[in-house]
């Protein structure tokens, strides 16, 4: 790595990924104003012509959709700088889509958003926009970046705006990474990004916030899966099996493992005078387990493929707020290293619902210092 | 790092207007818009404006100017000559031969009579992208209908014998369609004396401008029309004729055209001599003028029309889908290519305004922009050191 330069000069050529959403256009018009070489790009990940029986007619916020090209090319052509899109359907779908499978098939509950953000988005993008003369690009991202002279280290930061803060999805950036990246967003809330999208005239100020796993179809992800190994040739997900308490006791039939996720209450299929939620899952038995919200409460967990961002890796224990879910408050805890890119998590009050295949991702204050993987 | 000067290398997709054919529309809208079917005398003006460029087509084809049917474009009488042809035959058992390596023009126009309950084979190329005329003997069938085999290929420059299997075809009693649109101009060629019955060309892509197209139907052939609505151009296509587009037409095809061969052999050989890693596809074929097709191992042949172009050259990988973005081009693949190597292939056509200053100037930013690519691909490197 050259000796970093912390921020573009104006010849510079930036890469905006453009989905075509409010989020990216408002980037790439914002940093055109400003006078840099901006270049826009959609990534075609997914081909939703794929598996035809799930498919939902008029979805939006769907990725790769026409539609979402369509805006992208537009808000491009209004601005008047040259935009591509760039084909990674391949390493989509080996990185993101086959893993986010395996996992649900092996009884975890995966975050696709961060596989995709690790391998594909500032993965083979970046290498991609450094091949056609772009060093840094530029997302529509929720998150802050920035320098710090003393450690030598970029840091990451949460978002201005809480409520679209996406740092928990962002966890696995390297420093390599963070340095060609800028988040023009984090800073702002996101109705100032509207405003500031409506007085730059893009012309997708009014369109709505795209939601949930862009390549599920209305969030239903075992009718993805089944559909996905079926397309593939692939025996179906174990079927039929047993819901226990934990006490062992059999209360009723479900339909399938891969129904069931850690800490889900609806579709249970059993009446209970007190609520019952679901506490592990067990593709091997074809068990699901259930019980009381206080059964779902857990101190202590492992993570692995841990990324130390802000800090470097620590040798001895590190305090940090701990959030094991993109909604969950971060938590108090004590991180311990456990060797190999492990660290052992306890929390100082036990929390719920703690799901293998979720991310663990640290933070002090604004600050994230890094994550890794729920075991 | 980019560029505000442009150098065209795209000819094959479209071609930049020439003086002569906005010459011939202007003078067209000022003195003949009216409608060429109207008794008055404006209306006999516009017709002999339009006449005249049926004309000029015809001389262009060789034939009769009562064999030009003119259309809106290249796809359009491809459909005519394919769709049209087919469904005028009465025949219960109908079957079609055409190949794997057609513009989507056919293939999609095939796929469509397949819909209807025709047969359809679809003849694979070698691995230099050419149909052998006894490859196409044996496939014609009792039911043959019609055959469809295009000219010269848009993605590999590659040039089918066509009076050959045109002879076969006839001899079978077979209606024969050639897709013309890519060899046009590029080639000195007679359908008529190639003993071809429909042959399609496509204005834009002789320096005139999009929406006309032409297609020689030879005399005595039917065709169902496409169309409905007036009695046009002898009932085969309805609708108001662009007096405009077609004198554009005229004037394209009647223009003189300089020989680029030269150029496309410096750019080829420029290529391979400056690149290690560069094959030509369709190489030991017979091909265009004006075309080369090159693989360059170990790249993204997107990423390099993306950098060149940000450079200031437009070139392009032949094949995209409805999004925009590249996928292996289905001639490449049918060709014998891996998925790989059709994905690192970049289509280079030359045409007017093309000098032999930019050719280096392009070989230049593209032997630069190949090994910045490779450089940042680690997989590569390995593979050529």
Redesign the interface.
Known sequence: MSAPQHSPDERELIAVAMSGGVDSSTVAALLHRDGHAVAGMTMQLWNQRRLPEIAVEGATGRCCSLDDVYDARWVAGQLGIPYYVVNFEDRFEQSVVRPFVEEYLAGRTPVPCTLCNQFVKFDRFLEMAEGVGARRMATGHYARISWDEPSGRWLMLRAVDETKDQTYFLWGLTQEQLSRTLFPLGHMRKSEVRDLARELEVPTAEKNDSQEICFVPNGDYAAFLEAYLREQGREAPAGQGELVSTDGHVLARHCGVHHFTVGQRKGLGVSAPEPLYVIATDPAARRVTVGSNEELLRATFHAREINWISIAGPDAAVRAGVRIRNKHIPAAATIEPAGQGRARITFDEPQRAVTPGQAAVFYAGDLVLGGGWIE | ??SDTRWYFDHNATTPIAPVTREAVSLAMEDAWANPSSLHQDGQRARRCFEEARAQVARFLGCSPKEIVFTSGGTEAANLAVLGGVRASTRRDRHVLTTAIEHPAVLEACAQLEREGVAVTYLQPSRQGVIGPEQFRRHLTKDTVLASVMHANNETGAVQEIAAMAAMAREAGVLFHSDGVQAAGKLAFSPVSAGVDFYSVSAHKLNAPKGCGALYARTGTVLAPLLHGGRQERGRRAGTESVTLAAALGAAVAMERPDVTPLRDRLEQGLLARIPGAHVNAGQAARLPNTTNVAFDGI?A??LV??L???GFSVSTGAA???????PSHVLLAMGLSPEQARSSVRFSLGLGNTAEQVDLLLEAAAE?VA??RA??PAHSEVVR
């Not at chain 2, 889908?321 to 996928?327: A, D, L």
């Open positions: 790092m980019r993204a997107e990423s993306i950098a172009d940000l450079r889908c409805s999004s925009g973005s590249t996928e922009a910045r690519l940042l691909s």
